[in-house]
């Protein structure tokens, strides 16, 4: 296997310029493609906009007051705990649940969401995520359920744990 790398990656990244969160600047290179800052950039903050101007009709009163806490919300309901892993033993694989860690974790949601939202054609990009966002925060969406299916995964493969090393 491959030994872990370590890049500067993590403090070479700027906090985006509106939030100044460096997660949303993270997600933000997640979304962008082919080099293109800017318009991922339009894309994120567009569909910030979108859910500021539904959390102004909003009634609960547990629901987030801004935008940027809809998506934090929605990363802390995205992110896996334990995945299946598939590992070769004496001729036969087995799909091993294993614990997640941090980074992956955030990795996994961030390329969830964007592949929720992605699929979904028709809207302009900024509405879709958007939409998986805010249905995310709340527990429900795309993403939430490839979430909940590599949960329950890692469940029904439980009797094969011992093989974690």
Same mark, same amino acid.
């Given at each position: 296997?491959?030994?872990?790398r370590? !890049?500067r ?9 509106r939030f100044?969160?460096?997660?949303l ?6 979304v ?20 500021q ?8 009163p547990n629901?987030?007051? +801004?935008?940027?806490?809809? #998506?934090?919300?929605?990363? +802390? ?21 294993m ?7 955030q ?7 964007l +592949? ?6 028709g ?8 939409? +998986? ?6 527990g ?9 299916? !590599?949960h ?7 009797? #094969?744990?011992? #093989?974690a090393n």
């Amino acid at each position: 296997m491959g030994g872990k790398r370590f !890049t500067r990656a993590e403090e070479q990244l700027r906090p985006d310029p509106r939030f100044g969160d460096r997660t949303l600047s993270r997600f933000i290179n997640c979304v962008m493609q082919d080099g293109k800052k800017s318009v991922a950039q339009r894309v994120v903050y567009d569909a910030f906009g979108i859910i500021q101007g539904r959390l102004a009709k909003e009634t609960d009163p547990n629901a987030p007051k +801004e935008a940027i806490d809809v #998506f934090q919300r929605a990363l +802390e309901n995205v992110k896996p705990f334990v995945e299946v892993r598939s590992k070769r033993i004496g001729g036969a694989n087995y799909q091993v649940p294993m614990q997640v860690n941090r980074k992956r974790q955030q990795s996994l949601a961030f390329r969830w969401i964007l +592949e929720a939202a992605r699929g979904e054609k028709g809207r302009p990009l900024s509405q879709r995520l958007a939409d +998986e966002l805010y249905g995310a925060a709340r527990g429900e969406g795309k993403a939430m359920t490839t979430r909940d299916q !590599t949960h329950r995964m890692a469940e029904a493969n439980r009797a #094969f744990a011992h #093989f974690a090393n």
